[in-house]
């Protein structure tokens, strides 16, 4: 009983560090956009208004809608967009129409995470580092290159993962609450009335007196929920019990003692406006407050990358995304990778926002977009899944989902208005993903429908082989083929070129799966073809890593003992050439060509000895 308290107190502070450090960051930020942005006037009633939007926006979105209700969706224990995707779309699998809507609607709400993936970063270091300018007014022509130097920092770590580190992330984020919950009460007890925004009557009264401006204001209000997708999305990594926790018992109340104690602070002196957070500090505190601050930005961001690129393994296993170098930056926790990639088109891309928007108030204007939509379609997904896989009652579904639906619509809405001023940025970002993976995906499948209309049955051929049999050489070829029953090019050109064929023949076909786990006992598949040849079907979910070797290893027992030293792994190694009038727009078929060239090698994406690899190439046109 003692180490499951001992497991559930370091899950939940685990939690508090990786979870909810973009939420946790919003202070830095989020009140001082409500008011600059929307150019709300700084009366009593206009800052219980806001503050009264804050509290029931907080309560609404993170407690009702993510905490409550979205954390029991979970995919065999799995959460995240992908995770939900894959439960959303099984459950309409017998609705191919609909099913087709829902996986494009899910996978271009992937594709503007990376969108999110880019701002998140920018405004959380460059929030933090801004308060440099308060210190002194010498430094604020350093705080633009300050932030690119942490940024840059930031990235270039992430090759030796956050095994290491990552044991120091929830106690940071931990004290960064605590801190500044610590900041929020002083100025709370001097103006205790500042409370009553908690009742939303007033902020029911701010919405009937001023409804145009309150849904512009809903465009910044966001802001005070950024991240919440984390809390589904790291469902697996710390369960549910853990993150509810964390939420109730810390981050909230702090997140609310800030946000109050920042209007009861703009009551007293409205000039506090310049920066209310750091403002609510005194200026023996700024520099160590900064600091703090630095490293809570950090830690929120590295949360976002390590997602960036798990959500990336994700969809390359799915067949969204070409093969890439995928490295594996701890030894205990299979779900932190590093894909070199996406990392650096990642930094490169911040450089670029950090560039064109130079300051947080101006990235505020580009956040909101790329939130609300992945907020939307989670909803909708979240109706689907209700209905169809739990099977409820329609009018439960719709009672359950469209309060929530109504609200991030009315914020998407708003969030919409604001995308002459920066909200095309990240909308350009996802739409841009969007197209690359539906082209890889689209590609993909003509490339296969190609191959599979010139292939030939693999039982008839080895029937047909084996009249007049080739020459038999010692250990074991594995030919890796796409779909199985078929003949890999591998084979042909091997017994056309070297016209001999070994003594045992493993023909391999990986299955990837839209479930997050399949567990070894039902890895592999096999059938005896005969003549000590057999077909294998490898099964993975798109959390699963894949490792060939290894899990052949299985085949043990069926007549087949794979020795290490003697086997060969045969790959196709098929060149895509773009030709008019086939599947795709022209422009297309040359992307997925490009693709298809550049991406990662197979046989490091499928774990295999690269000193016992053999590719043979041949050229498909598409």
């Known amino acids: 009983m003692q180490n499951s308290k001992s497991s559930l107190a370091a899950l939940t502070l685990g939690a508090i560090g990786i979870v909810y450090g973009d939420i946790g960051t919003s202070v830095l930020y989020a009140l001082k956009v409500l008011f600059t942005t929307s150019s709300v006037p700084l009366t009593p009633a206009n800052v219980y208004g806001v503050l009264s939007l804050v509290f029931w926006t907080v309560t609404v979105i993170v407690s009702l809608k993510y905490v409550t209700l979205i954390l029991r969706a979970d995919n065999n224990g ?41 701002i998140t970063p920018a405004i959380s270091v460059l929030s933090a580092v801004e308060g440099l300018s308060l210190i002194s007014p010498d430094f604020t022509p ?128 409205p000039q506090a406006l310049e920066n209310p957070f750091y403002r609510m500090a005194p200026e023996w505190l700024l520099m ?18 390590s997602a960036a690129f798990s959500v990336t393994k994700q969809a390359i296993q799915l067949g969204y995304l070409p093969r890439m170098l995928i490295r594996h930056t701890s030894v205990h926790e299979t779900g932190q ?32 977009i790329a939130v609300t939509t992945d907020m939307l379609i989670t909803t909708v997904l979240t109706f689907f899944v209700i209905r169809y896989a739990w099977k409820l009652p329609l009018w439960l579904c719709i009672a359950a989902t469209s309060l929530f639906f109504v609200v991030d619509l009315l914020f998407f809405t708003s969030n919409a208005l604001k995308f002459i001023e920066g909200g095309w940025f990240p909308v350009l970002i996802g739409l841009v993903m969007f197209m690359v993976m539906m082209t890889w995906k689209k590609g993909r499948a003509i490339l296969a429908e190609k191959l599979r209309s010139e292939s030939f049955s693999l039982r008839d051929f080895l029937e047909s082989v084996f009249v007049s049999p080739p020459t ?130 197979a046989a490091d994406f499928l774990n295999l000895p690269s000193n016992q690899v053999v590719e043979l190439g041949s050229k498909v046109e598409i």
């Open 78 to 118: 799995e959460g995240g967009l992908i995770a939900m995707l894959a439960l959303a779309s099984n459950a309409v699998a017998d609705r191919p129409a609909l099913r087709n809507v829902l996986l494009g609607i899910g996978i271009f709400g992937t594709a503007i995470f990376y969108g999110d993936g880019v």
């Open 142 to 269: 350093y705080v633009v290159p300050a932030a690119l130097v942490i940024i840059f920092l930031l990235f270039y770590v992430q090759k030796n993962g956050t095994s290491g580190i990552g044991r120091f992330f929830g106690p940071i984020c931990a004290l960064w609450f605590l801190s500044i919950a610590a900041l929020g009460v002083p100025h709370i007890v001097a103006h205790p009335e500042v409370l009553g925004a908690i009742s939303p009557h007033h902020a029911l009264r701010f919405v009937a007196q001023q409804p145009g401006t309150v849904f512009v204001l809903l465009g910044a209000l966001v802001l005070t929920v950024t991240g919440t997708e984390a809390l589904y999305a790291d469902m697996g990594h710390f369960g549910k019990k853990p993150i509810r926790l964390a939420w109730f018992l810390l981050v909230m109340p702090a997140l609310l003692i800030n946000y109050f104690g920042q209007g009861a602070l703009l009551l007293e002196n």
């Open 288 to 305: 160590p407050l900064v600091l703090l601050a630095t490293a809570a930005t950090v830690i929120a961001s590295q949360a976002l990358l």
């Open 337 to 368: 990778v590093y894909v070199p990639a996406v990392n650096w088109i990642l930094f490169a891309t911040i450089v670029v926002a950090v560039g064109l928007f130079r300051n947080s108030t101006n990235l505020a204007s580009a956040y909101g």
């Open 472 to 601: 038999r050489v010692q250990g074991t070829a594995v030919f890796l083929t796409p779909e199985p029953g078929t003949v890999p090019n591998a084979l042909l050109h091997n017994l056309k070129h070297n016209k001999v064929l070994h003594e045992h023949n493993l023909f391999v076909t990986v299955r990837n799966h839209e479930v997050p786990w399949i567990g070894l006992d039902k890895r592999v598949q096999i059938e005896s073809l005969g003549h000590d040849c057999w077909q294998v079907i490898l099964h993975y979910g798109f959390k699963n890593d894949i490792d060939i070797p290894r899990a052949l290893q299985q085949v043990r027992g069926h007549g087949c003992d794979l020795e290490p030293m003697t086997t060969s792994y045969f790959l196709s190694r098929d060149v895509v050439v773009p030709t008019i009038g086939h599947g795709m727009a022209p422009w297309r078929e040359k992307l997925f060509a490009q693709m298809h060239h550049n991406a990662g090698a």
